[in-house]
């Protein structure tokens, strides 16, 4: 079985940072994407931003330059700088591991990490 485990959600001012961090563990031989989605009460979960194994990036629009997502493939990590924080922003950040395989025939698979809040209020 494979976890997601995030943190650095929290509550911060219009115009701060914060740092998302997410790490998998489990039973891993390979993970072709890690990034983040994030939704907000009756919306539906989207996109922010997303890095391949071989470094190929997919940022959402609404991230302009704003957010620097990295990826640490051999620690199965990734993490989220966000700046320029907007309350627009606020919303539950999820970390996704995507195509995942446990073994190098299996099923590809999806996981989720639990969420973490992300609050951007003054």
């Known amino acids: 079985q494979v976890q997601l485990v995030e943190s650095g959600g929290g509550l911060v001012q219009p115009g701060g940072s914060l740092r998302l961090s997410c790490a998998a563990s489990?039973?891993?031989?390979?993970?072709?994407?890690m990034g983040w989605y994030r939704q907000t009460p009756g919306q539906q979960r989207e996109l922010v931003a997303a890095?391949?194994?071989?470094?190929?990036?997919n940022f959402a629009d609404f991230v302009t330059g704003r957010y620097t997502t990295s990826r640490d493939n051999a620690k199965n990590t990734v993490s989220q700088q966000m700046n320029s924080l907007k309350p627009e922003d606020t919303a539950v950040y999820y970390c996704?591991?995507?195509?995942?395989?446990?073994?190098?025939?299996?099923?590809?698979?999806?996981?989720w990490g639990q969420g973490t809040q992300v609050t951007v209020s003054s």
């Open positions: 996704n591991a995507g195509r995942v395989r446990v073994w190098s025939g299996s099923p590809l698979r999806d996981y």
């Open positions: 489990g039973t891993i031989f390979s993970i072709y994407a």
């Open positions: 890095i391949t194994s071989g470094g190929s990036t």
